[in-house]
């Protein structure tokens, strides 16, 4: 495929000129423009592009037709009983959207000593070729300081009362 440095005399014969440019000039963007097209349909990920735009396009407009469709074909019957809430047995009493503190200690407790046992299972699985290749006192002292560093953690929000569901102050 020729570049717009080597333009031989055949490329430059198969464009037409444009009157009132120079025709070199206007010959060699052409074939620049060509080289360029070529180039990006020629690309392995030409096709998934295509289908990329493809798809979102068509996903946009297939909703707004059905969009366009439901909001005519459906009944505009807005009565107060329909529009209620569904509930069996007494009215529903409004509660305050207050959760308590305690959630968000205990469920980031959680995550993070399960993490932490995510972390020891490959180590565990490891360990045999460790100790294989003389590395394994140095592995099960950094397996040691790890979880010693757990306890501590843990130790510390035990003494904070994170662990304490109720306050007994």
């Known amino acids: 495929m020729p570049t717009i440095d080597s333009v031989d005399s055949w490329a430059l014969d198969a464009v037409p000129p444009v009157q009132g440019y120079a025709p070199e000039l206007v010959r060699v963007q052409d074939l620049a423009s060509t080289q360029a097209s070529l180039i990006f349909a020629d690309h392995a990920y030409f096709g998934v592009f295509v289908l990329f735009i493809l798809s979102f396009v068509a996903f946009n407009y297939t909703l707004k037709i059905q969009r366009f469709i439901s909001r005519k074909l459906a009944k ?24 308590s503190h305690h959630f968000f200690i205990i469920a980031l407790l959680f995550v ?14 490891v360990y045999k070729s460790f100790v294989a290749s003389n590395m394994g006192l140095f ?22 009362g994170a662990l304490r569901w109720q306050n007994m102050e």
């Open 112 to 125: 993070l000593f399960d993490i932490e046992v995510v972390f020891m299972i490959p180590w565990a699985v």
């Open 139 to 160: 592995v099960l002292i950094e397996m040691a300081s790890f979880v010693l560093l757990l306890v501590v953690g843990l130790i510390y929000a035990w003494k904070k």
């Open 76 to 99: 505009r019957n807005n009565e107060k009983l329909k529009m209620a809430p569904y509930e069996c047995g007494p009215v529903p009493i409004k509660q305050p959207a207050k959760i």
